[in-house]
């Protein structure tokens, strides 16, 4: 599994056995795409906060191709979905779970 390939490789969901660990409401009406890069921010910080994990690398699933598009490279040129991901880098840096 590349970060960097095209197209990205997809998950069999069978692999894994899946339950809730959080759920929220939105408070305001967004893009979807908007939405998507929140969800994976609230799972980054939920991540951090409840395992204490820091210093790791972790694999996270979405089913959002323009999410997972801006996360693996970094960058986007949509200045609204940039926005949340310096918030995902500030996390990651922060946290010192930013791919090497």
């Known amino acids: ?5 095209f197209p990205r490789q997809s998950a069999c969901a069978d692999w894994w056995q899946w339950k809730h660990v959080f759920n929220c409401r939105w408070q305001k009406t967004e893009h979807i795409n908007r939405l998507e890069m929140r969800s994976i921010l609230s799972a980054l910080r939920w991540r951090i906060h409840h395992l204490t994990e820091s210093s790791c690398r972790f694999i996270h ?3 959002s191709y323009v999410s997972i598009s801006i996360i693996s490279k970094g960058r986007s040129s949509s200045e609204m979905l940039m926005t949340i991901m ?3 880098a500030a996390v990651q840096l922060g946290f010192n779970s930013c791919r090497k």
């Open 61 to 63: 699933l979405t089913d």
């Open 86 to 88: 310096r918030q995902i």
């Open 1 to 5: 599994m590349k970060a960097k390939a």
